[in-house]
């Protein structure tokens, strides 16, 4: 029997995407659709390449619309997601796709977020090495609640995790920029994102370690090193309308060499179905992975400044949102891992 599931917050850029894998995914079926200023909608006015759901109506985000759910999909702007998954049912699966449930460190939220701290959910990312050994995919069998990563969190993770978790990575130096799409950040409208606005034309923007997916990053890749790490991270906005391109630098250890940074990431992504770790020469591009749950990496070594150059592409909304949602939403139901995420995918 078919696993019944509701969209909240399905208005949206991670709605729609959340909607079109769920249309592709054999063991779902789609309940309940809810949004906030857009509810009595159709989905037709918002997605209108959604077709197997067009004439689906958006209902108000409550917990009477929200119940009698095996799965709940939470696409809700950052600090309203715990509003609603606290009168959920503990028996649902309820997967968070903002960042409320994220971070382990409360305070760090409260920093970043200025709101107080929900709590910590199981973090949705299969692929992350550990420190402690195995894989963040151990953690995620069987549970009820999950945070699932942000985007640009992703890309950078699945890029620097192995290098460190081999001790081949320092991690007290870390540069990230990252070329980022204008759906990277959400629907709603900003002058500054507007097409008139980007074509054409590239703007840094969460500048000087203020970026709130800092200590997300720096949490996962101190989980992957078991040390403290730090990251200067920063975005920018290019005129794409999805994906992430990620260039991340760092200085290596004494015990670094690149044949064992290959090896590293080889016993690391080898068997991984969604990490692709590219030839050497090959550089990873973001039209390569339009609209498919997978991470394209490349290793490369500056010997004049003894700095490795780890480049990740990713799609924002699929391997960065809706498509980690759904490998994680596999794994704590107990079916195949891959279920309705296409391995060889064309662009939605």
Not at 17 to 31: F, K, S, T, V
Not at 81 to 98: F, I, N, R
Not at 309 to 327: E, F, P, R
């Amino acid at each position: 029997m078919a696993f019944k599931v509701a969209v909240a917050g399905a208005s949206g850029y991670v709605g729609g995407e959340l909607l079109r894998l769920i249309a592709l995914h054999p063991e779902l079926e789609l309940g309940v659709v809810t949004a906030n200023t857009n509810a009595g909608q159709k989905l037709s006015a918002l997605h209108p390449h959604l077709h197997s759901f067009a004439d689906r109506v958006l209902l108000e985000t409550t917990k009477e619309n929200l119940s009698g759910h095996d799965v709940v999909f939470l696409a809700l702007p950052h600090a309203t997601s715990a509003e609603v998954a606290a009168y959920l049912s503990p028996e649902t699966l309820v997967l968070d796709c903002g960042a409320d449930f994220r971070l382990d460190d409360a305070a760090a939220w409260e920093k970043f977020y200025g709101t107080k701290h929900a709590g910590t959910w199981s973090y949705g990312m299969p692929e992350l090495t550990l420190a402690s050994g195995g894989k963040q995919r151990g953690n995620l069998r069987d549970v009820k609640r999950v945070a699932v990563p942000g985007c640009n969190v992703t890309a950078i993770t699945l890029a620097l995790a192995p290098g460190l978790t081999a001790g081949l990575i320092d991690p007290l130096d870390i540069v990230s920029i990252l070329s980022v799409g204008t759906s990277g950040a959400g629907r709603s409208l900003k002058a500054d994102l507007l097409a008139s606005e980007v074509q054409g034309s590239a703007r840094a923007y969460g500048v000087g370690g203020i970026h709130r997916h800092t200590p997300e990053i720096e949490q996962n890749l101190g989980k992957a090193s078991g040390l403290d790490v730090k990251v200067s991270f920063t975005p920018v906005l290019v005129p794409m309308s999805r994906g992430i391109l990620a260039v991340n630098t760092a200085k290596v250890t004494s015990s670094f060499s690149f044949d064992k940074l290959v090896v590293a990431y080889q016993d690391a992504y080898g068997d991984e179905v969604f990490v692709q770790v590219l030839p050497q020469g090959q550089l990873p591009n973001t039209s390569s992975v339009l609209g498919v749950n997978t991470a394209q990496i490349s290793l490369s070594f500056d010997e004049s400044v003894k700095r490795v150059v780890i480049v990740s592409a990713i799609d924002n909304l699929v391997k960065g949102t809706a498509g980690a949602a759904l490998q994680s939403m596999n794994l704590a139901l107990g079916l195949p891992e891959v279920t309705g995420l296409a391995i060889d995918g064309v662009a939605p």
